[in-house]
């Protein structure tokens, strides 16, 4: 990767931390892994929800009272290198097995990172030691050292009265809902954070918050009061990646400005530095969006960063330049 973009921001040491799960988390850090390939961004740490309570992640966490592995495991394969070494490992992290037995539907990569929890009994340590055996260009540490279950309360499922609340319990149950979701909390409200996570949260320079499920993915780290007061008090630049359009059962009729209102709702002190959204996918939201952006101090940036196939999904080498764009501006 190279351009001049990327050539302006040579020599430029910067740490950075991004935060929340499945396949968003996964595009934002292989754009920052580009990064840290072809620039000097010295320290990446990605810190990843662990409320997962469904598939392969749901089962291993049943079984056996850990944190959900699976979104630990992408954000693991997306720091995997480009090389022959970095490639086949990130394939392994993500093997499915198939057939009819036991293992139907588990990943090999969670079936690693389970087995190191037991053999070590430290999560953090543990995904250290999987993130240096597949060479992975950062490290990755869970939300919080301890299972938590996503409660959202949302609007239309109550027959008679579709603006009354009803709880919803369950990442899974909440990130498939057919009502519209007002706010999130977690079970137990005040889990313990990583220290690893508070630490790289204070010492750097940018902090990434999406793209991804916006309420199971995205928000639930300004659940965690450790967390988010971090988030608050930490001298790096926020930027707010903004999704390419709604998402069924989480985000049902979202526009651009309604993401980024429903985020600040459950953290209204967050100081965002850039708000970050792809300039073929805003339409009709363009100005309710400078609205919003403008109202909370930030800078809005347009770019394009989607793959451009009609899928709403981010393009890693786009948005890698995008990223740095941003941090030389």
Sequence with gaps: MSGPI??????????????????????????????????????????VTVADNGGSSGRLRREFDVLPPGDLRMALAALCGSDDWGTTWAEVLQHRFAGDGEMKGHNLGNLLIVG????????????????RLLGAKGRVLPMALTPMDITAHVRG?????????????GQVEVATTDGVIDSIALVP???????????????????????????????????VPALRDALLATPARVVIVLNLAEQAGETPGFGPA???????????ALKVDTVLADESSV???????????DACGARLVLDDV?????????????LARAYAAIMTG
């Design 116 to 131: 190191l929890w037991e053999l070590l009994g430290d999560h953090v340590a543990a995904l250290d030691w999987v993130a």
């Design 6 to 47: 990327l050539d302006d921001w040579k020599d430029r040491a910067q740490a950075v931390v991004a935060f929340g799960g499945g396949h968003g988390l996964h595009a934002s850090l292989s754009a920052l892994r580009l990064l840290v390939d072809d620039l000097t961004v010295d320290e990446l740490t990605a810190i």
């Design 283 to 293: 339409g009709d939201g363009l100005a309710d969006l400078r609205e919003a952006v």
């Design 306 to 318: 989607s793959v451009g196939d009609g899928t709403p999904r981010h393009d890693p080498i786009k």
């Design 157 to 169: 499922l109550a027959p008679g009265d579709p603006n009354e609340l009803v709880p919803v319990h």
């Design 189 to 223: 409200e005040d889990p313990p954070a990583a220290p690893a996570a508070l630490e790289a949260i204070a010492g750097a320079d940018w902090a990434f918050l999406g793209p991804g499920s916006w309420f199971t993915s995205v928000i639930p780290h300004l659940r």
């Design 258 to 268: 309604d993401h980024l209102a429903v985020l600040l709702e459950h953290a209204p």
